[in-house]
């Protein structure tokens, strides 16, 4: 299976957004999530629509800020998260993934989408 790409979503001042979100192929596998747009707004959201609970798990960025991966975070059974991120420690500056962050769920039941704010 190969990771699952994802690009960001626009919201813009003063009006609503149906937000869509998207499957991982194989969980193992995860999401590189588009991180072109400023880190200060730059959203990252995660739904669990499983009837268990499930982690996310975010990938060292591979730059010279990119040390350590984030500890799984923990998404209730028919939950949400939402993360923001410090680009210079988890964002990809090179390789396949460049110019994304990459997420690894625990279970393919884990949606997710990024969304941009004005």
Do not use: C, H, W, Y
């Not at 609503?16 to 499957?23: H, I, N, P």
């Not at 591979?62 to 923001?84: E, M, P, Y």
């Amino acid at each position: 299976m190969a990771i699952k790409k994802i690009d960001f979503q626009k919201v813009n001042l003063n009006e609503g957004k149906l937000v869509e979100l998207a499957a991982a192929t194989a969980a193992a596998d995860g999401f590189a999530i588009d991180f072109s747009a400023q880190d200060e707004r730059t959203l990252f959201l995660f739904q669990n629509s499983g009837t268990a609970a499930a982690t996310v798990k975010v990938k060292q960025g591979n730059g010279i800020q990119g040390v350590a991966d984030l500890d799984a975070f923990s998404i209730a059974a028919g939950g949400i998260a939402a993360f923001r991120l410090d680009s210079g420690a988890f964002k990809q500056v090179s390789g396949a993934n460049k110019g994304t962050a990459v997420f690894i769920p625990s279970s393919t039941d884990v949606k997710a989408a990024v969304i941009v704010l004005p």
